[in-house]
């Protein structure tokens, strides 16, 4: 008998402002929806389609921006506890909400006590 997939799959259309690139971005739910996610091609902002006007005009402001970066995303990558010692991994993406520069960076956190 075939199995018949009954849970809903959310998505949007989304196009790079950098290279072009369009593609339907997936979310597990509406609440974990995002206008701005990071492009699988080119790691430029990957914007929803009905969202473009209202980040065009940041495309060509890049060099001129004093950044303004808010936290896209994040997440622990590994976790290590020793006797009296806690260390962390994690990953973050951030954009700029003024010209949409994206930047990922990876730090380790280690906790004593």
Same mark, same amino acid.
């Given at each position: ?14 196009? &790079?402002? !950098? /290279? ?14 995002? $206008? !701005?996610?990071?492009?699988?091609? &080119?790691?430029? =902002?990957? !914007? ?7 980040? $065009?005009?940041?495309?060509? @402001?890049?060099?001129? /921006?004093?950044?303004?970066?808010? !936290? ?8 290590? =506890? ?5 260390? @962390? ?7 700029? $909400? ?5 930047? &990922? @960076? ?8």
């Amino acid at each position: 008998m075939c199995e018949v997939h009954t849970e809903k799959r959310y998505f949007n259309k989304a196009a &790079c402002l !950098v /290279c072009g690139h369009t593609d339907k971005v997936y979310h597990p739910s509406k609440e974990e929806y995002k $206008e !701005v996610t990071v492009c699988p091609k &080119c790691n430029g =902002a990957f !914007v929803d389609m009905w969202k473009l006007g209202k980040y $065009e005009k940041h495309i060509n @402001q890049h060099k001129e /921006c004093e950044h303004k970066y808010q !936290v896209l995303d994040s997440e622990t990558i590994s976790s290590y =506890a020793d006797v009296g010692r806690t260390s @962390q991994e994690v990953s973050a993406i951030f954009y700029c $909400e003024k010209c949409l520069d994206i930047r &990922c @960076q990876k730090r380790g956190v280690e906790k004593w006590g």
